[in-house]
């Protein structure tokens, strides 16, 4: 059993009437080292992070998040927040420190009206769907419905609405936010404007968002599914995709794969989503994405959102190994889709992958600077997913991907997507935040001066 328990930053144990206190203060479980829930409590979704806090807070309200930094910060207590724990690189948690957990503030409400939805912080992708989808609404979000909202969001947030109604960060109305010292502010366009420009995309350096508001778009059921040819058949299938989906309209995404199916049999794969009032149109746009080859496998159909939100879910549920990388392109040349394929064959744990994501539409039409998310110039991101079961396989699951992102480096139009960012790469963020750094860091040193926030995709004030 782990001995790890509460500690500054300078490795001083915190006193146990201070814990006390702590406990005194809130309404939410404090889970310490040794208790029953401890060990459930730390796990996150990317069984590749083994950390142990001192202390866990299940925050029951905005309230107890406020106690909690306060608490932290008197104590010189290094915090880290969970949402949903999906993140890959693993803020969530932290050794030795406090995590300050939202997973109990889920709470979702519709305004069907002025078609807006307020979400708490700790909800996941899949709550939102859920609620919004008896309304005949849904929010630009993820695709898998156990991620949470809070990193999603304030990380940018692709999508298969992205490319109608933009990232998840520009549909942000405003949000509630608990910021270093503990004080809870609105962000929004007339209330603390530099705060809300930042939390949209510059991720949690800022403060706990403890409630999102979202616009909310029409939509019920969607045309979706999967096309899977050959893996052998990848160049062709790559390049085909390619020509197709640089006419196709906005309510249409594509998301191409290098993957395997459930009997481990390498495939190429192209998941279609069409948001569109007219199925028919849908069917059209989609038809010439069956006829690139001859296809194994051709499954599409009406399905509620909520089903195409989930259907990723299984490809990605928790207790496996993952280290991700990612990069932009401009362009998928063929020189670039060679690559990809060639890289594929270092790809050895069915399960693993190779993932293209369309990003044209309105993931660009937004203006560079409007918020803080950075990426919007380029049509492409691929993200390099090793997915795996057995610790003797790290080492060589994260040398592929890392190999794989090198080979691709030529290719590559620069910046990488936030929320795809690995444990080790703290660096990179450099390259996420793009020209926006500057006016990130001033408001960093607005908002957390002392650098509070830091267990995350961080900006040092």
Known sequence: MSTTRLKTRDGDAVPTEAIDELKSLVRGDLIVPGSE???????????????????????????????????????????????????????????????????????????????????????????????????????????????GIGGLTTGGGFGWLARKYGPTCDNVIEAEVVTADGSIKTASAGQNPDLYWGICGGSGNFGIVTSFLYRAYPLSTVLGGMIAYPRAAAPKILRGYRDIIR?????????????????GTPLTALVPCWI????????????????????????????????????????????????WKSAYLSDLTDDAIDTIVEQSKGMTVPGSGILIEHCTGATK????????????????????????????????????AKAAHDALAPFAAGGTYLNYIGADEDTTVIAAFGENLGRLREIKRTYDPTNFFRANANIAP
């Open 247 to 263: 006419d196709a309209p906005d309510e249409l995404t594509v998301y191409a794969a290098l993957l395997w199916g459930p009997d």
């Open 37 to 147: 829930q401890y060990e459930t409590a730390r796990r996150i979704w990317n069984a590749l992070i083994d950390k142990h806090p001192g202390a866990i807070l299940r925050c029951h309200g905005t309230a107890d998040v406020s106690a909690a930094i306060k608490f932290a910060s008197k104590h010189d207590i290094l915090v880290s927040v969970r949402g949903g724990g999906h993140n890959v690189g693993g803020r969530a948690v932290c050794d030795d420190g406090l995590v300050i957990d939202l997973s109990r503030m889920r709470a979702i409400y519709v305004d069907p009206t002025s078609r807006t939805v307020r979400a708490q912080g700790g909800a996941l992708l899949g709550d939102v769907d859920r609620e919004t989808h008896v309304h005949g609404l849904a929010v630009p979000l993820g695709v898998v419905s156990m991620t």
């Open 365 to 400: 039409s937004k203006a560079m600077g409007e918020n803080a998310f950075a990426q919007r110039g380029q049509d492409y991101l691929i993200a390099l997913l090793p997915l795996w079961t057995r610790p003797a396989d790290d080492k060589a699951q994260i040398a592929w």
């Open 276 to 323: 569109g009032d007219d199925k028919e149109v849908g069917r059209q746009a989609i038809k010439a994405l069956t006829e690139i080859d001859e296809p194994l496998v051709v499954d599409l159909h009406e399905m509620p959102f909520t089903a195409m939100q989930s259907m990723l879910d299984a490809a990605y549920g928790p207790g496996s190994r993952n280290y």
